[in-house]
């Protein structure tokens, strides 16, 4: 049976900014295990996420071995014990697998009591085969696969109505304090907005505006986006 926990697509920069917003200002207990942390060619370095958790303990599993897996490991049956694990990752690969709702539950299972797990996944993307491509998750379809834990946040970046990416955390036990956590993810998605349309505006500048001229608006888009970031 396919486990789809292959993540073959780039790791993209908005996962790793929200990763590291979670790592910030969430209590982060260990081991911490990611699922899908297979780096294939060209994404070897920019794809490690270890460096977003210094000095802790961090194992990389994925359905075969190869750069950043220290285990292979099925996420419809993950050979470790109930409760042995402080922290889930599984990012941009529940798309791969094929039944979500007992990769879940699986995963809530090895948490451990006041653990959390990350989850991330696209929804407007094009189909990618790695090695299969099985679904497409609104926000509230992660609010349904995250019940399994006694409380969850689900948020998301884009469009409301149609976004690109859907992210969510699973706490395994007290809710924790998380105002600053709400701060910086506002900020993040607030960010992939002006993404996001910028790349619109792009694409329209592309059709209207001379080459000269564009190159121009190109920068100066540039520089506004470098200088926002700078001040937070």
């Given at each position: ?92 690969t529940l798309e791969h ?50 019940k399994p ?84």
């Amino acid at each position: 049976m396919n486990t789809g926990i292959i993540r073959e697509e780039p790791v993209r920069q908005r996962i790793k900014d929200f990763v590291s917003i979670v790592a910030s200002t969430l209590p982060i207990k260990e081991p911490i295990y990611e699922f899908g942390s297979l780096q294939v060619p060209g994404q070897e370095g920019f794809a490690d996420l270890r460096p977003i958790f210094p000095g802790r303990e961090y194992i990389g599993a994925d359905m075969r071995i190869g750069t950043g897996v220290d285990k292979v490991l099925d996420l419809h049956d993950i050979d470790l014990p109930s409760e042995s694990v402080g922290t889930v990752l599984c990012l941009d690969t529940l798309e791969h697998v094929e039944y979500p709702r007992k990769a879940l539950e699986e995963i809530e299972r090895i948490v451990k009591p006041g653990g959390i797990a990350v989850i991330s996944s696209v929804m407007c993307f094009h189909i990618h085969d790695y090695p299969f491509d099985y679904w497409r998750f609104t926000p509230e379809a992660f609010r349904s696969i995250l019940k399994p834990f006694p409380d969850s946040f689900v948020g998301f970046a884009g469009e409301e109505k149609f976004p690109h990416t859907v992210v969510g955390i699973g706490f395994k036990g007290a809710f924790p304090q998380i105002s600053e956590f709400n701060r910086r993810y506002e900020h993040w998605k607030l960010q992939q907005m002006r993404l996001a349309n910028g790349t619109k505006l792009k694409r329209i500048a592309k059709l209207i505006i001379p080459p000269l001229l564009y190159s121009i608006f190109s920068r100066m888009y540039r520089v506004t986006l470098w200088r926002s970031r700078r001040s937070h």
